[in-house]
Every structure is written in C-alpha cells, then in structure tokens.
C-alpha cells in the first residue's frame, strides 16, 4: 500500500470559466480533468501543476446558479511559489489581479512575498522560491 499523501483542495467558485482561466492564463496551472453532474447540480475542475497521481491539485468546485460565497473565518490561504515574486506580482497587475499585499520581505524574516486574490476573492500567497 503507498503512503498517504494530500490529494487536493476543494474551493467554491462563482463562475467555473473564469476561475479556470485564471489559475491556467494567468498562474500557469493545466485544467487536468473535469466532470459535469447535471443531477447533482455542479461542475468540477481540476487545475494544478503536474498530474494528479504526483501532485497537490486544486478542484475548483461550481454549484449551478451559485454565483458568490461567504468565505467565513476559518480559512486562510492558499500557498504558490514562484521564482520571482516582484515579476509575477507586475505580469499579474497588467493583467487586472488586485494584489492585496505587495511584494516584500516578510516581517521579522527574509522571505519574499505578496498576497493577490483570485475572481472570487480567495487569498493566494506567492512565495519566492529560487
């Protein structure tokens, strides 16, 4: 038997097409598979950055006629790297992303970071990964 390991993370979205073009256009991810369930009224799509069967993917769930949720207290983030925040953060502004956190060391440390929100005003931290 193999080892447990994290398969994916469910977000709720607003508009599927939307969703699945920015985190493929613009944060460079594969739409990896996708299943329409007419009888239960919803969409999946699965965007990520390798196959499933090796990598942490994000299923991007639509709930037919459901176009905004109430993102509560509980959850925080969603973590990506990248090789240079500051040129990620400038390409991501061009193209209309709001960055909520500018490029920068993190406090306290040397880090670099930001803080961008996808269509549905999930938080996403970029992280500087050499």
């Known amino acids: 038997m193999s080892q447990p390991r994290f398969l994916h993370t469910m977000i709720r979205v607003g508009d599927l097409e939307?969703?699945?073009?920015?985190y493929t256009k613009l944060l460079g991810m594969k739409e990896l598979r996708r299943?329409?369930?007419p009888e239960g009224k919803y969409t999946l799509a699965f965007v990520g950055y390798g196959d499933e069967t090796e990598n942490t993917v994000l299923e991007l769930t639509?709930?037919?006629?459901?176009?905004?949720?109430?993102?509560?207290?509980?959850?925080?983030h969603l973590a990506i790297g990248v090789p240079d925040v500051y040129a990620?953060?400038?390409?991501?502004?061009?193209?209309g992303v709001k960055i909520t956190r500018e490029p920068g060391p993190v406090k306290f440390g040397t880090t670099?970071?930001?803080?961008?929100?996808?269509?549905?005003?999930?938080?996403?931290?970029?992280?500087e990964r050499a």
Do not use: M, Q, W
């Not at 639509?62 to 109430?70: A, F």
């Not at 970071?113 to 970029?126: H, N, Q, R, S, V």
């Open 62 to 76: 639509y709930n037919y006629g459901v176009e905004k949720y109430e993102h509560g207290t509980a959850f925080g």
């Open 18 to 22: 939307r969703s699945v073009a920015f």
């Open 35 to 37: 299943r329409d369930v």
């Open 112 to 127: 670099v970071i930001a803080f961008i929100e996808d269509p549905d005003g999930y938080k996403i931290e970029l992280i």
């Open 88 to 95: 990620t953060c400038e390409r991501l502004r061009a193209a």
